[in-house]
Nanobody, 128 residues
Framework: VQLQASGGGLVQAGGSLRLSCAASGGTFSRYGMGWFRQASGKEREFVAA????????YDDDSVKGRFTISRDNAKKTVYLQMNSLKPADTAVYYC??????????????????????WGQGTLVTVSS
């Protein structure tokens, strides 16, 4: 599976962006998908994930209530709608795929080790 992330850019604080991550290869509807981010000089951190069964997880502290993850299985794409952006959201955003998900599974998608492949990242810069 290959992932292609897009949609990053420069936005003012309070603005919005929508990231997309298109997958090629495999059966997208069977995959769990996640978004992580890495700010300059910091470790990569979990942002949001959506399982093959539609179960959604957010990082409660930083993005819940502002970011929304969704997926379109027909388009083999996962989205991250980001609203009320803050300078602290500035980072490279990566999408990731969990290809071994089973429908009844309950996975800890906050753990980056769950994911099998990663996209190349898209830079989001939020100015104050």
């Amino acid at each position: 599976v290959q992932l292609q992330a897009s949609g990053g850019g420069l936005v003012q604080a309070g603005g919005s962006l929508r990231l997309s991550c298109a997958a090629s290869g495999g059966t997208f509807s069977r995959y769990g998908m996640g978004w992580f981010r890495q700010a300059s000089g910091k470790e990569r951190e979990f942002v949001a994930a959506i399982g093959r069964n539609g179960r959604i997880t957010y990082d409660d502290d930083s993005v819940k209530g502002r970011f929304t993850i969704s997926r379109d299985n027909a388009k083999k794409t996962v989205y991250l709608q980001m609203n009320s952006l803050k300078p602290a959201d500035t980072a490279v955003y990566y999408c990731a795929v969990h290809t071994r998900a089973v429908l009844s599974g309950n996975y800890d998608y906050t753990d980056s080790q769950m994911f099998d492949a990663w996209g190349q990242g898209t830079l989001v810069t939020v100015s104050s």
